[in-house]
């Protein structure tokens, strides 16, 4: 998360302060913070939405790019999106959450997205892959500091899922990402739209 950040809109702004859930009580919790509850269904809510948008964004990507010597790499980072949701949506059953009320959104701009870049070539999908994973890398490591040992097995999760979006970021290095033509433009304008999407995730 690099030189866009300090630019970003308001929507890059941190979620209200909050405590660990092991650690967070009534006495402790300052006005405008998140109770363990509504932290976790925020928690859960934005990486459900995060997870489809990452399964479009790829399913965008093959549309294009299904004939192409990338497209069984790509169709790995694919399966491994739909394990992640599929365990956000057993979640969001489990813990009575509701979606975003944005999902429609994230199934058009997700598509959208990748099959966009994959017309500009493979490199530039490669650089949408580095970007939206430098963007979940940083978003999963905030949320396991926010998580208590009370929620163990999520953290667990997460950090599972976070290792494989940074093997996601690592295979679009290795093929040619930053040789996409205008890759810092590029990549700046897929990150500050990722945080958008975060933002948005969280609370609507």
């Known amino acids: 998360m690099s030189e866009t950040e300090n630019q ?8 209200p302060p909050i405590a660990p859930t092991g650690q967070q009580t009534a006495e402790n919790r300052l006005p405008g913070d998140l109770t363990r509850e509504q932290l976790i269904e925020r928690l859960i809510r934005v990486d459900h939405a995060g997870e489809f948008g990452a399964r479009r964004i790829y399913e965008g990507q093959l549309s294009v790019l299904k004939n192409h010597p990338e497209a069984g790499i790509i169709r790995h980072m694919h399966e491994q999106e739909l394990a992640h949701l599929k ?3 057993k ?3 489990a813990r009575r959450v509701r979606p975003s009320a944005l999902h429609p959104i994230w199934n058009v701009a997700g598509f959208m997205l990748g099959a966009a870049t994959a017309m500009m070539g493979p490199k530039a999908a490669m650089a949408c892959t580095v970007a939206v994973e430098e963007v ?8 396991q500091a926010q998580l208590g040992e009370d929620e163990a097995e999520l953290k667990s999760t997460i950090e599972r899922f976070r ?7 690592d295979i679009g290095m290795e093929r040619g990402a930053e040789e996409a033509t205008a890759y810092p433009l590029l ?3 897929i990150k500050a739209g990722s945080r958008l999407a975060i933002w948005l995730a969280e609370r609507i």
């Not at 970003?8 to 979620?15: C, D, G, L, R, V």
């Not at 979940?136 to 949320?143: A, G, K, N, P, S």
């Not at 290792?163 to 970021?169: K, S, T």
């Open 8 to 15: 970003a809109p308001a929507a890059t702004e941190q979620s």
């Open 87 to 89: 365990a956000f949506e």
């Open 91 to 93: 979640m969001l059953v």
């Open 136 to 143: 979940i890398d940083e978003h999963y490591r905030q949320q």
């Open 163 to 169: 290792a494989e979006e940074v093997e996601h970021r």
């Open 187 to 189: 990549t700046g304008a």
